[in-house]
């Protein structure tokens, strides 16, 4: 029993994690709805926080793809590419005003959606994962939870379900006759 519920808690919640990425936003009129909830719209004043790059520099705010000073190797120095791209360290705590909102993709591979905002330069955001490193500021009820997620998944599975789990590891010999009774109670009791 011990080792399903070591394995449990090691496991879920990047499995939880996980899927939390692949919630994909959606983009209606000139309004963002972020995974989380939160919506970026033009004309909007986003609050930066500061940059998840070691040296403090933004890893989800960087040129935008689109400009003409967006930096590109063609080396395959990627790592340099996306420290020159970067939004500097030097912007952190201020405010910028949302210009626009950049749709790419296509129907067949999927949409991705930016927030385009000018500081010194256009710069874009990933804003799902800007806001779930504290690159983007926003109140508490936007911020990802994933500890929510992982108590809602749990409370999905049905009392059958755990108990043929909780009844295969007593038959496996991984629990005892007297932890299965004591887990079979407490699953009926919920």
């Known amino acids: 029993m011990k080792k399903f519920l070591i394995l449990s808690i090691i496991c879920l919640p990047c499995i939880v994690m996980a899927q939390d990425r692949f919630i994909s936003p959606k983009h209606g009129a000139d309004t963002l709805y972020t995974a989380s909830g939160f919506q970026v719209y033009v004309g909007q004043t986003l609050k930066i926080g500061v940059g998840a790059m070691p040296d403090g520099?933004?890893?989800?705010?960087?040129?935008?793809?689109?400009?003409?000073?967006?930096?590109?190797?063609?080396?395959?120095?990627?790592?340099?590419?996306?420290?020159?791209?970067?939004?500097?360290r030097r912007g952190s705590g201020l405010d910028y005003k949302v210009i626009r909102i950049d749709t790419r993709g296509d129907k067949k591979h999927g949409f991705v959606y930016y927030p385009i905002i000018n500081g010194g330069g256009r710069y874009e955001i990933d804003i799902d994962n800007a806001i779930a490193f504290g690159e983007v500021v926003v109140s508490?009820?936007?911020?990802?939870?994933?500890?929510?997620?992982?108590?809602?998944?749990?409370?999905?599975?049905?009392?059958?379900?755990?108990?043929?789990?909780?009844?295969?590891?007593?038959?496996?010999?991984?629990?005892?006759?007297?932890?299965?009774?004591?887990?079979?109670?407490?699953?009926?009791?919920?």
């Open 57 to 88: 520099d933004f890893k989800y705010i960087r040129k935008n793809a689109n400009s003409l000073f967006a930096y590109s190797s063609s080396r395959g120095y990627q790592g340099l590419a996306n420290s020159a791209n970067s939004f500097s």
């Open 140 to 190: 508490d009820e936007f911020k990802p939870k994933p500890k929510a997620l992982l108590v809602e998944m749990t409370q999905n599975v049905s009392v059958a379900d755990e108990l043929v789990k909780l009844k295969k590891l007593k038959d496996d010999g991984v629990i005892t006759d007297e932890e299965f009774q004591s887990q079979k109670k407490k699953i009926l009791d919920k």
